[in-house]
């Protein structure tokens, strides 16, 4: 009798163990959470979307994880209900139901940076690990699924709200009109002569700033390449001399930023594509970077993602209406036409016009919000090319690294240095504005909400 209750007592004890309420020590955990959004930058890599199409992806993703841990966690972040162009109301959980506000989270995030771009399913097999995850490890039945009606319910509103910011409207308008006669004007590069990406972008919905034109920078140099004492003249020189004397640091510095999502290889008659993270991609790297050396919790990480993804948003909007109002000509054309049919830039020039400079600007904007969230000098190892073979980068602060990005497009070749000064001054100006006028992270109030608690417990 005693053998037979010694057995049925292990017996339990196995059974308690393999049921071992402990889901919150993986699911809670931050890094889940940047690997979630590491996952999601690879199939976007992976299914070639432009840099600003992207931007858009990520920032409604990361609006809909920050919804939900908004909502768990009222008394540390505000929603941005009321605060972003368009958006009113999300809807509360209800009250007394046991939500765990970070599975959720997930869930939200997931949902919605697939629905945004992707077609269904595409990142499936990720969403089933976590549930997986999530059960293996105890997630009781209810708080399971009411987490996930709780992410369904913010994500449904969420689309809702995306399906008014003109994105739809813009995949069916006319394309840039190229003119050949005018050589100020953009024209398509080699190897692949694309055509223009996303010339309509500047009529996309801001998610902060009052319009496109908020924070216009001044016109372009004027196009002078017979003066050789114009300011345009010497622009043209300085990119074409520095492409011709780059040093390895020089070249280490312009493949690390290069971030071209989708590179035409050429060698002979053969043609193959390489892929990379785009400039938003990047950068939702470095914020997982920064969360970790940090230690934040899943809520500040959730918090940083969103934040920034918000500022590159508004950037790419801002800077896609200056590209298309002037049109400028890259310095690869210029040069080849007036000075040298043989040069070419370090790095593939994107289809796209030069003045201002995209990445300059996402990046600016992304350092001003990051060191909103972690700080001023905070530094960094940058890790984010060691997959595509980059060795790593150390910076002092974001803004360092922003800056070092300017350089980076110059020693590309694929602008000129003056347009990345101006476009880090305006990137700087979004990021501030998303600074001042969004109120997310409440001072005080550490905390929780009644329902976490309660499910917690």
């Known amino acids: 009798m005693k053998k037979y209750v010694f057995l049925c007592c292990i017996t339990a004890l196995l059974f308690a163990c393999k049921q071992k309420n ?23 890599m992976g299914n070639n979307f432009s840099p600003i199409v992207a931007s858009r992806n990520y920032t409604y993703a990361s609006i809909a994880a920050y919804e939900v841990i908004a909502a768990g966690y009222p008394a540390q972040y505000a929603s941005l209900a009321g605060q972003l162009n368009g958006l009113k109301t999300i809807p509360k959980p209800d009250a007394g139901k046991k939500i765990d506000f970070e599975f959720a989270s997930l869930m939200a995030y997931c949902t919605l940076g697939e629905s945004v771009t992707f077609p269904k399913g595409s990142m499936k097999t990720y969403v089933d690990s976590i549930k997986t995850l999530a059960k293996d490890h105890g997630m009781p039945k209810d708080v399971f699924q009411n ?19 003109k994105y739809l409207q813009t995949r069916g308008m006319a394309e840039y009109s190229v003119d050949m006669n005018d050589p100020s004007r953009w024209i398509p590069t080699p190897p ?18 009052d319009s496109c034109s908020q924070f216009a920078p001044p016109p372009p140099l004027k196009f002078d390449v017979t003066d050789k004492n114009s300011d345009y003249y010497k622009q043209v020189m300085l990119s074409k001399t520095a492409i011709e004397n780059l040093t390895p640091e020089q070249k280490h510095i312009a493949d690390f930023w290069d971030d071209n999502p989708f590179k035409l290889n ?12 785009s400039p938003p991609g990047h950068w939702e790297s470095i914020v997982g970077i920064a969360a970790k050396k940090a230690k934040a919790d899943f809520p500040t990480t959730v918090y940083a993602y969103a934040k920034t993804s918000i500022a590159m948003f508004d950037a790419f909007i801002e800077c896609w ?35 201002t400079c995209g990445h300059s600007t996402c990046s600016s904007a992304a350092a001003e919000a990051l060191t909103s969230v972690f700080g001023d000098n905070f530094a960094y190892t940058d890790s984010t090319e060691l ?20 350089w980076a497009r110059f020693y590309g070749g694929i602008h000129f240095h003056h347009s990345c000064i101006v476009s880090n001054e305006v990137g700087k100006k979004v990021g501030d504005l998303v600074n001042s006028k969004l ?3 409440k001072t005080g109030g550490a905390e929780k909400s009644v329902t976490m608690v309660a499910m917690k417990n």
């Open 147 to 165: 987490s996930l009606e709780y992410a369904d319910t913010v994500a449904n509103a969420l689309m809702a709200w995306t399906k008014k910011d």
């Open 266 to 277: 050429v060698s002979g008659h053969l043609m193959f594509g390489t892929k990379k993270f």
């Open 192 to 209: 692949a002569y694309s055509s223009a990406m996303e010339p309509n972008w500047n009529l996309i919905r801001p998610l902060v700033l």
């Open 439 to 441: 109120v997310m992270k």
């Open 321 to 355: 209406d200056v590209k298309y109002k002037y049109s400028t000509v890259r310095p690869e054309t210029v040069i080849n036409k007036f000075m040298d049919p043989n040069w070419r830039p370090y790095l593939q020039t994107p289809p796209f016009p030069e003045y």
């Open 387 to 406: 997959e595509f073979g980059i060795k790593n980068r150390s910076y002092t602060s974001f803004r360092n690294a922003a800056i070092e990005n300017n």
């Open 22 to 44: 402990d889901y919150a020590k993986y699911i809670h955990d931050p890094n889940l959470f940047c690997n979630t959004v590491h996952q999601l930058n690879t199939v976007v």
